[in-house]
């Protein structure tokens, strides 16, 4: 069809060939008409005499005339496409038709490039654009049932303008924030859920669903990282889940106790004591309140003792030998210091003698008790003996 028209139009700007074809072809008709006509009257009268038409050429035969119009047409059409179809390089210049023919060709195939990139795009932007269609439908939607109630003669009050959209509400509506919404309008700021139907949260004057609003602006648990919904425990300047609050070496919840901290992190009491608590040099446990500091360690109070009697030093005075300490009276019993009298350490000048020492004062006779003070005795069984005695008891 789109061929028939250009031929149309082809015909249409040049009447003048059609005319001039239609003319020759009946003149060559009209010329094969008479030396048939001559043909016949000469055979009539025979040999006799000699017609001047005899000598005429042989006519040419002419094509059939057409028996329609649409006949015609095809023939023409038939003419056309056959110089169309003839070899582009024996010509430079294309007949009007085939001209005609490849532009429109071009220019379909190029409509048919951009209907393709529309299309893709189009399918590009249908998911962005399917939220706001649902909106616009809704619009439409009201507004056309406000305008029929209106010729039926029910007049449709508008209870205000929504929110979101400015525009009037007539049907239902929330009132929330201050504002009025319509139903579909009142959504998550942040997932643009509807809120319609169930509970939200308000920050700066803008609705949240309670998902996203935990997820933007409540605070994170330091230990999970995540949101904390409900119940909420503050310590160490952070926030926790109270069930992620927990000893860093054990893993147990804290009591009543409490906890301690380290580095930055918490422990109970028994882990903290046991990992940075000092330990006590008389019984090796973690020393956690008071304390004493003696002898080149820490010391629970009630375990700073003499290391040999186990007595507490009363007057405060205790003697160290090898790093433990002792009373005066054990300190000079291991160093050989006592008294072989009274048994009392000896503090300043001694007499040693029978392989122990002795307060000068206290180094005597055995039998009659006076100090052996020059230092001459006789020894009897491991006792001091002056000579008078020793002569009268042994002699």
Same mark, same amino acid.
């Given at each position: 069809?789109?061929?028939?028209?250009?031929?149309?139009?082809?015909?249409?700007?040049?009447?003048?060939?059609?005319?001039?074809?239609?003319?020759?072809?009946?003149?060559?008709?009209?010329?094969?008409?008479?030396?048939?006509?001559?043909?016949?009257?000469?055979?009539?009268?025979?040999?006799?005499?000699?017609?001047?038409?005899?000598?005429?050429?042989?006519?040419?035969?002419?094509?059939?005339?057409?028996?329609?119009?649409?006949?015609?047409?095809?023939?023409?059409?038939?003419?056309?496409?056959?110089?169309?179809?003839?070899?582009?390089?024996?010509?430079?210049?294309?007949?009007?038709?085939?001209?005609?023919?490849?532009?429109?060709?071009?220019?379909?195939?190029?409509?048919?490039?951009?209907?393709?990139?529309?299309?893709?795009?189009?399918?590009?932007?249908?998911?962005?654009?399917?939220?706001?269609?649902?909106?616009?439908?809704?619009?439409?939607?009201?507004?056309?049932?406000?305008?029929?109630?209106?010729?039926?003669?029910?007049?449709?009050?508008?209870?205000?303008?929504?929110?979101? #959209?400015?525009?009037?509400?007539?049907?239902?509506?929330? !009132? =929330?924030?201050?504002?009025? &919404? @319509? /139903? %579909?309008? *009142? $959504? +998550?700021?942040?997932?643009?859920?509807?809120?319609?139907?169930?509970?939200?949260?308000?920050?700066?004057?803008?609705?949240?669903?309670?998902?996203?609003?935990?997820?933007?602006?409540?605070?994170?648990?330091?230990?999970?990282?995540?949101?904390?919904?409900?119940?909420?425990?503050?310590?160490?300047?952070?926030?926790?889940?109270?069930?992620?609050?927990?000893?860093?070496?054990?893993?147990?919840?804290?009591?009543?106790?409490?906890?301690?901290?380290?580095?930055?992190?918490?422990?109970?009491?028994?882990?903290?004591?046991?990992?940075?608590?000092?330990?006590?040099?008389? #019984?090796?446990?973690?020393?956690?309140?008071?304390?004493? !500091? =003696?002898?080149?360690?820490? &010391? @629970? /109070? %009630?375990? *700073? $003792? +003499?290391?040999?009697?186990?007595?507490?030093?009363?007057?405060?005075?205790?003697?160290?030998?090898?790093?433990?300490?002792?009373?005066?009276?054990?300190?000079?019993?291991?160093?050989?210091?006592?008294?072989?009298?009274?048994?009392?350490?000896?503090?300043?000048?001694?007499?040693?003698?029978?392989?122990?020492?002795?307060?000068?004062?206290?180094?005597?006779?055995?039998?009659?008790?006076?100090?052996?003070?020059?230092?001459?005795?006789?020894?009897?069984?491991?006792?001091?003996?002056?000579?008078?005695?020793?002569?009268?008891?042994?002699?």
């Amino acid at each position: 069809m789109d061929e028939l028209d250009l031929l149309l139009e082809e015909l249409a700007l040049n009447p003048g060939g059609l005319q001039s074809v239609s003319e020759n072809r009946s003149k060559d008709t009209a010329a094969a008409e008479v030396p048939a006509a001559v043909n016949s009257a000469s055979t009539k009268k025979g040999k006799v005499c000699s017609n001047v038409y005899s000598d005429l050429p042989v006519p040419v035969a002419a094509s059939p005339t057409p028996d329609s119009p649409t006949k015609e047409l095809d023939a023409i059409l038939q003419d056309m496409l056959g110089l169309g179809q003839k070899d582009p390089e024996s010509s430079t210049t294309p007949p009007p038709l085939t001209q005609k023919l490849s532009l429109r060709k071009k220019t379909e195939s190029g409509q048919q490039e951009k209907k393709k990139e529309r299309s893709s795009r189009a399918a590009s932007d249908a998911n962005a654009s399917t939220s706001s269609r649902k909106t616009e439908t809704i619009d439409e939607l009201l507004g056309g049932l406000s305008s029929d109630l209106e010729k039926i003669g029910v007049r449709t009050v508008a209870k205000g303008h929504c929110a979101s #959209c400015n525009k009037n509400i007539v049907g239902k509506m929330i !009132t =929330a924030l201050g504002e009025v &919404w @319509h /139903p %579909e309008h *009142f $959504v +998550c700021v942040a997932c643009n859920t509807e809120l319609s139907t169930t509970s939200f949260f308000e920050r700066e004057g803008r609705p949240y669903c309670d998902k996203d609003y935990h997820q933007l602006f409540s605070p994170r648990c330091a230990y999970c990282k995540g949101p904390i919904v409900q119940n909420i425990l503050t310590a160490l300047d952070q926030t926790w889940h109270p069930d992620h609050f927990f000893c860093t070496h054990c893993g147990g919840l804290f009591g009543p106790d409490g906890f301690l901290e380290k580095d930055g992190k918490p422990y109970c009491c028994k882990d903290f004591y046991n990992l940075f608590a000092p330990k006590c040099s008389g #019984c090796g446990e973690s020393v956690r309140e008071n304390y004493l !500091t =003696a002898a080149n360690g820490t &010391w @629970h /109070p %009630e375990c *700073f $003792v +003499c290391a040999d009697c186990l007595k507490p030093f009363t007057d405060g005075c205790f003697m160290e030998l090898s790093g433990r300490p002792l009373c005066s009276q054990h300190f000079h019993s291991r160093q050989g210091t006592l008294c072989g009298s009274c048994g009392e350490p000896i503090t300043g000048r001694c007499i040693s003698a029978l392989e122990r020492k002795f307060h000068p004062e206290h180094f005597v006779c055995a039998f009659c008790l006076r100090q052996l003070s020059q230092g001459i005795f006789k020894e009897q069984q491991g006792k001091p003996y002056c000579l008078t005695c020793f002569d009268k008891l042994f002699v």
